[in-house]
């Protein structure tokens, strides 16, 4: 129903950090729980976090809590994933995905953004 568009990726060296944006033009996002995926070249798609639709609680896979965060202003329509100490192993392209559950993170989702391309390399 809604349409995802993912944003704030590009070239960084590692170390470095990003924050990137998921957001839907002319629909709120409010009354959804959102979900950050990344896909590497060759690789599977992989979950990172997920965020309630009032941004409680939150979700993280064990490999990268710590390293990137969830949030998302529902005043400003956007869900963002803040990316820090960034390693080239996480070059990948980062989706964002509205869960099928609307308001809570039940780990199925339905409407994908095309992605955001994230390079981390020297």
């Known amino acids: 129903q809604v349409q995802l568009v993912e944003s704030g990726g590009g070239l960084v060296q590692p170390g470095g950090s990003l924050r990137l944006s998921c957001t839907a033009s002319?629909?709120?996002?409010?009354?959804?729980?959102i979900g950050w995926f990344r896909q590497a070249p060759r690789g599977e798609r992989e979950g990172i976090s997920c965020?309630?639709?009032?941004?409680?609680?939150?979700y993280y896979t064990d490999s990268l809590k710590g390293r990137f965060t969830i949030s998302r202003d529902n005043a400003k329509n956007t869900v963002y994933l803040q990316m820090n100490s960034l390693k080239p192993e996480d070059t990948a392209v980062y989706h964002c995905?509205?869960?099928?559950?609307?308001?809570?993170?039940?780990?199925?989702?339905?409407?994908w953004g095309e992605g955001t391309q994230v390079t981390v390399s020297a």
């Open positions: 995905a509205t869960d099928i559950m609307v308001r809570h993170c039940s780990g199925d989702f339905g409407s």
């Open positions: 002319g629909f709120a996002l409010d009354l959804y729980a």
């Open positions: 965020i309630n639709s009032d941004s409680s609680p939150t």
